[in-house]
């Protein structure tokens, strides 16, 4: 991938494209299919791009840097694949999904920076999926994790708030409203960067005194 970031800080001309992605190892004769993922993130502010909007506004294939040769048509999903197949929903059943083992010895720091695990970049997309159980208490509960990838957790089918690989943030507040007494079942979708989407620790405590 290529971007031109000049051109990300300016107005975008009709004609102009700011990535680029080289595809000719990847093409094969006869039909191609072509996938982008896009976090929609919202407008920016403060500068030029502001008035612009937000989106893949134009894109396909061609043998130069400057000229669209083949313009190609896209379809649009609003939500991940996951999401209307119920994957975040706690009655959700998985199916040949791959077991994972987390690192039992790390101790999760409650935050840092760039301090994720270094995975390889295999998918667009990744999703974890883990449960785990909760005693008869009015405890207060909160969620401990050092993962590569960004993107979104889901406490019992509800979003809870952002992952994000960079940090400082590794560990979340749990809402009681939607905890249960018993069986909880915890959602990732991460977005795979240059380090994967790759969970090394992850835990479940309550209250947080006498740490730091």
């Not at 960079?166 to 905890?179: I, S």
Request: net charge neutral.
């Amino acid at each position: 991938m290529w971007r031109d970031v000049d051109k990300s800080f300016k107005k975008i001309k009709e004609n102009d494209y700011d990535n680029r992605f080289d595809a000719k190892n990847l093409l094969r004769r006869g039909k191609n299919e072509i996938i982008a993922l896009y976090e929609n993130i919202g407008h920016e502010h403060g500068y030029y791009p502001m008035e612009e909007l937000c989106g893949i506004r134009k894109a396909g294939l061609s043998d130069n840097e400057t000229v669209l040769k083949k313009p190609l048509a896209w379809e649009v999903s609003v939500d991940l694949a996951g999401i209307p197949q119920q994957f975040t929903s706690p009655e959700f059943t998985p199916h040949n999904w791959q077991t994972i083992d987390l690192d039992s010895n790390y101790d999760v720091p409650r935050k840092g920076n760039e301090i994720q695990p270094k995975g390889k970049q295999d998918a667009l997309f990744t999703w974890y999926r883990a449960a785990f159980d909760l005693p008869e208490s009015n405890d207060t509960w909160r969620l401990l994790i050092n993962a590569s990838g960004n993107g979104y957790m889901y406490l019992n089918g509800h979003n809870i708030g952002r992952h994000w690989e960079g940090g400082p943030q590794r560990e979340y507040y749990l809402p009681e409203c939607w905890l249960n007494k018993g069986k909880n079942v915890l959602v990732l979708g991460l977005r795979q960067t240059a380090n994967g989407a790759v969970i090394r620790g992850m835990e479940i405590k309550n209250s947080i005194s006498n740490e730091k």
